[in-house]
């Protein structure tokens, strides 16, 4: 199964309003392991206010010579093919990408493709923060990205790591192939050393994906790995 990890970032918090898409970034999991990557700054034809800037660091000047939209929504499209999306917090991005998409008549992501790991973290962790930062924390993720401010493809690769512990890939000691993220340009790299767990975090882990969510892919991953 294909699947495309994504993030966005945009000049404010709703589309309705006249905001736009300023970054894309997406990475390819092909069967849970790492491939191609995809990024894009976009020029969105409108000016960021300071407040904006202090959030992602994308300034106006460096968006001035780079494409709309619509310049880059054909090579957008050919990436993601009709593969899965996955997203935090799905429905900003999701309804973003759609208003830019349904502007120019091209197709957009329908709902039954989007996998939210909100959802997926608030059943892991009922009541508790599921923000990206706290999911880092909570699922002990080794990370070297800077966090201070926001960018698509470096949440992307941090959302890949989160995506697949939640999934637990790496707990139940199934292995994840990292040979092509090599090739995503970040300024500090995730470091993908092993999580070591205790045999009893190990177990209550298992006990949770059988009893929480017995018909999910990662279910079965467990089945077919505990055969």
Excluded at 75 to 87: C, H, N, R, T
Excluded at 98 to 123: G, H, Y
Excluded at 141 to 148: A, F, K, M, Q, V
Aim: glycine share 4%; proline share 3%; charged share 30%.
């Amino acid at each position: 199964m294909r699947e495309i990890i994504l993030d966005i970032e945009t000049t404010g918090l709703e589309f309705k309003e006249g905001h736009r898409i300023i970054e894309i970034g997406c990475i390819e999991l092909n069967k849970k392991e790492v491939g191609a990557n995809y990024h894009e700054y976009i020029n969105p034809s409108k000016t960021l206010t300071e407040d904006n800037i202090k959030i992602h660091g994308i300034t106006n000047e460096y968006l001035t010579d780079k494409p709309i939209f619509e310049e880059i929504a054909d090579s957008f499209l050919e990436f993601i093919q009709d593969s899965f999306i996955v997203a935090h917090n799905a429905s900003f991005d999701i309804g973003f990408l759609n208003f830019e998409l349904e502007k120019l008549s091209k197709p957009k992501i329908s709902k039954e493709r989007v996998i939210d790991t909100i959802k997926i973290a608030r059943q892991r962790f009922p009541g508790q923060q599921v923000s990206l930062d706290a999911l880092i924390k909570k699922l002990k993720i080794n990370t070297l990205i800077n966090r201070d401010q926001h960018g698509a493809l470096k949440d992307a690769k941090i959302l890949t790591d989160v995506y697949l512990e939640l999934q637990g890939i790496n707990q139940i000691g199934l292995e994840l192939s990292i040979a092509k993220s090599e090739k995503i340009n970040l300024a500090s790299e995730p470091n993908y050393a092993s999580i070591v767990l205790t045999k009893e975090e190990t177990e209550a882990h298992k006990e949770f994906i059988k009893n929480k969510i017995p018909n999910s892919n990662w279910a079965k991953m467990l089945k077919n790995y505990e055969q």
